[in-house]
């Protein structure tokens, strides 16, 4: 079978991304893109900003495609971790621009270094721990999570019975809790 004639994997696109194929980009999007602004839309709860997080976000994965390393994250949800985080900048950006203060009053410093350093440290044990479990644990958690979608969602998308879907995240997210605890991880 030719390679032309074969639907690629995500992987591939995001390879073929990385060469500036336009055309890759164009079926990453027609892949993702409805999941990426149901993400994107369930954080900002604004259909504008979910379409400005998206395009941003698929700017991002253009310019930095050759970054990606599928040993450590599928596709889907190495793409829809943009999205995620271009959706809470904006949430945070919408935020600071609602409650800047008057001219004139003191203005509040941003978070101090340990703090920074704290949430990253949370962050690197929780994505150490997801990667820790089993595949068919940490994809729907990931899914769940990164786009958003409910257990009868997750069953459609990885056609699986929706019983496997919960009993795999059941198990996964307990499995997740103790590897979190083994690590010295507390909740804020």
Do not use: C, N
């Given at each position: 079978?030719?390679?032309?004639?074969?639907?690629?994997?995500?992987?591939?696109?995001?390879?073929?991304?990385?060469?500036?194929?336009?055309?890759?980009?164009?079926?990453?999007?027609?892949?993702?893109?409805?999941?990426?602004?149901?993400?994107?839309?369930?954080?900002?709860?604004?259909?504008?900003?979910?379409?400005?997080?998206?395009?941003?976000?698929?700017?991002?994965?253009?310019?930095?495609?050759?970054?990606?390393?599928?040993?450590?994250?599928?596709?889907?949800?190495?793409?829809?971790?943009?999205?995620?985080?271009?959706?809470?900048?904006?949430?945070?950006?919408?935020?600071?621009?609602?409650?800047?203060?008057?001219?004139?009053?003191?203005?509040?410093?941003?978070p101090g270094a340990d703090e920074t350093a704290i949430t990253r440290s949370r962050r690197e044990i929780v994505q150490d721990a997801l990667r820790r479990l089993p595949a068919e644990q940490r994809e729907p958690i990931e899914l769940a999570y990164y786009a958003g979608l409910t257990q009868t969602e997750l069953a459609e998308r990885l056609n699986q019975p929706l019983g496997t879907i919960k009993s795999r995240m059941f198990s996964g997210l307990q499995r997740l809790r103790a590897l979190l605890a083994e690590a010295g991880y507390e909740s804020a």
């Open positions: 079978m030719s390679r032309k004639a074969r639907r690629r994997t995500d992987e591939e696109l995001v390879e073929a991304v990385a060469g500036a194929d336009e055309d890759a980009l164009g079926e990453l999007y027609d892949r993702f893109g409805k999941v990426a602004y149901g993400l994107a839309y369930k954080i900002l709860q604004d259909a504008s900003l979910a379409e400005d997080a998206v395009q941003e976000a698929f700017l991002q994965i253009w310019r930095g495609a050759g970054s990606y390393r599928p040993e450590r994250a599928k596709a889907s949800t190495w793409l829809l971790t943009f999205v995620h985080r271009r959706a809470v900048d904006l949430v945070r950006r919408e935020q600071k621009r609602r409650t800047s203060p008057i001219v004139g009053e003191p203005q509040s410093s941003d």
